[in-house]
């Protein structure tokens, strides 16, 4: 599966951004789909998860700033990022795995090349 993601770019503190990531998948629709995010020297950190149907979870670092979407004929999932902090400063991923009791397990041959999000104060 090929993911590509777009939509990162600088922005100042408070500010907004939305990222995208669309997938070659032919049964994108029946799988979970999350935004990953990394820093330098760090791992890969979950930021959102999206499931089949609708199901949503959050890192508590972004509750109520970002918001996970998904359009299945476009084969597309979004990220909406407000209200910016710089320690959101980080290379987003999209991926595209399972969501099942409770927990996202990624596909780790099913990475998108990443996206830099710069968040300046």
């Known amino acids: 599966v090929q993911l590509q993601a777009s939509g990162g770019g600088q922005v100042q503190a408070g500010g907004s951004l939305k990222l995208a990531c669309t997938a070659s998948s032919n049964a994108f629709g029946a799988y979970a789909l999350a935004w990953y995010r990394q820093t330098p020297g760090s791992q890969r950190e979950l930021v959102a998860m999206?499931?089949?149907?609708?199901?949503?979870i959050y890192t508590d670092s972004v509750k109520g700033r970002f918001t996970i979407s998904r359009e299945n004929v476009e084969k597309r999932v979004y990220l909406q990022m407000d209200s910016l902090k710089p320690e959101d400063t980080a290379v987003y991923y999209c991926?595209?795995?399972?969501?099942?009791?409770?927990?996202?397990?990624?596909?780790?041959?099913?990475w998108g090349q990443g996206t830099l999000v710069t968040v300046s104060s």
């Open positions: 991926n595209l795995g399972v969501y099942a009791s409770g927990d996202y397990y990624p596909n780790e041959h099913s």
């Open positions: 999206i499931s089949n149907v609708g199901t949503t």
